[in-house]
DNA sequence: TCGCTTTATTGACACTGTGTCAATAGACAC
DNA sequence: GTGTCTATTGACACAGTGTCAATAAAGCGA
């Protein structure tokens, strides 16, 4: 036998180690789904061992977690612009503010699509996922798109029999599934024409339900 | 010791015995998420033993798609009558007519929901549910909504501007999710006036959407 | 009723992936 | 250099899966 020369153990920063994994798990899941995605084959990632993802996180859940936590704020600071707009302007100007939300969140979507799905997939295997992206996020977004939507009525901009908070959760719902089904696979960027045709049925659903 | 009666061994048909067990998965699933349904606890609910399960099926995921088998048909035919119905009649027949088929659908929804939560969240996890679930029925369903809204589009009875394939999947997608979210949580069942907002968001926004 | 055949059923095993911990060995301070 | 601190890991225990040869219940023919 020649071999026998193992890895030399290399020593890193706790805080690089940590934006190791985490850049491990991200190009992970530009290609692969969350399914398939172990603590081993993260870690093969980073010349560390297995056992030293357990120093940084729990387990793959918090680490998915993590790697919501800066896109979560993204997705609703682009749609606080329309939401907290006011209803002056009439709907003209209401939905052409609201498409430029859309825009945006699909843009976040479009540009995160794989880590948001891979989110999406975990919150369905752990209740501390689900919680904090279904209630954390989700939720909270509806609630505030109620809120527009509740205002929008009141105005006489949106019509009176509409349920603003049920409203607001099927239009949320419809959103996140819509955008994680055209932007969330790994690995096949979407066409413009399809991200143009995507983001249109997303506009005229929403404007002409609430403004229609 | 006193123990050490084994439980007499019984020996049922294989047909009875696999009834059993898609019974004692619909229990379980009742009571709890998808996510903590393991082999064992489902054979604990047939006083069968855990190795029982392989003679009758592969794995979970297969067990849970034998669960959706009845389920799938049902909704494609409820949702049939507005589907394939012809254009003639104008908005206001064919507005009434979706909104029969959404009804029954959400009542679907609501009888088999757990079923199909689980469904839904084991399609996340396993291929081969993921192509039964949203390449068979999610885009099946998509396809031929598509067909119905082309055909309104051409009859002029929706905005030439809607693009129906992908107005199809957003609506398809949004009733899917929100009615999973409302009617699919293990035993919590919905008070009826939940039911009928749930129900009335669904037929404005379609409504709305395609003859608004 | 008895013995024989069929096959439903299971105990025991191997395997994968998880999470833990005591022992090891780089890096930095002095 | 020497010593301390702590990042890193080999080895372990565990949960759940899937398999298979051995077992025994049911049905059948006499």
Redesign the interface.
Known sequence: MMGGERAPRRRRRPEEAERAILAAARSFLAERP??EMTVEGVMARTGLSRPAFYAYFGDRYELVTRLLEGIGGLLLAVDWRWLSGDSAGGREAASAVLADALRGGSETFLEYGPVLRAIS?AA???PRVEEVYRYGLIERLTRVVADRISRDVEAGLSPP???PE??A???V??T???LL?AFGRPSDPPSFERTE??F???E??WV??LY?
């Open positions: 969350f399914r997939d369905v295997q752990d029999d509409l349920d049920e409203t959760q099927a239009l719902l419809m996140e599934r819509y089904d045709a995507v249109g049925a997303l005229t659903i002409r339900t229609g």
